[in-house]
């Protein structure tokens, strides 16, 4: 007969989140933006680099508090902190998924992490739109920068979504005439 205890239990669950928790860091943030933010005439969905960041230290923080009542073992305390762990992992969650930039036929749409105001442009209110370009041998990705007519500015990576999305981007700044500035780094 086999006596397994609560530690056993919370090795094996902390054990399993940390195998699996680089395939959830990778799956969950284009899952829950390509889920939630769904336009059907989107031609590109972003996840800022920031929700990215915040969704790993959720995910940290949920192999963490198994972890924490394994090796530490389970009493009051440690029972305390791993809540506490989750509540702030579920916090981190919440904010990851409110950011996103998205360009749609007719808008440019974003909102930061955290951020409870959805921004939404027309392409008319787009004032510029700088490409900086890296040289190919960077490790750095290139970026755009979007100014809008309030003075309100956001920044993408090219990606390989950006770039799917980068025809159709070009050809609708250049039919606006929105100024398209290329700037070599």
């Known amino acids: 007969m ?15 989140l940390l195998l699996f928790s680089p395939i959830l860091w990778l799956i969950a943030p284009i899952l829950v933006t390509e889920t939630i933010y769904y336009e059907r005439d989107s031609w590109l969905t972003y996840v800022y680099p920031k929700s990215l960041q915040l969704y790993g230290v959720a995910i940290a923080l949920v192999v963490i508090a ?10 009051k305390w440690t029972i305390g902190l791993a809540s506490a762990l989750i509540v702030i992992s579920g916090v981190c969650f919440y904010g990851a998924g409110l950011g996103y930039f998205q ?17 939404t442009y027309d392409w008319a209110e787009v004032a510029e739109v700088i490409y900086h370009i890296r040289p190919a041998e960077s490790e750095e990705p290139s970026w755009y920068t979007f100014t809008f007519t309030d003075g309100s500015q956001t920044e993408i990576n090219e990606t390989r979504i950006v770039t799917q999305a980068q025809g159709k981007l070009n050809s609708r700044v250049r039919t606006l005439g929105i100024p398209l500035i290329y700037d070599e780094l």
Do not use: N
Not at 66 to 75: A, H, M, T
């Open 103 to 119: 360009l749609r036929e007719e808008t440019v749409a974003y909102r930061l992490p955290f951020e409870k105001e959805l921004k």
């Open 66 to 75: 198994p972890v924490l009542l394994w090796l530490v073992d389970v009493k």
């Open 2 to 16: 086999r006596d397994y205890g609560p530690r056993h239990i919370f090795m094996a669950i902390g054990i399993s």
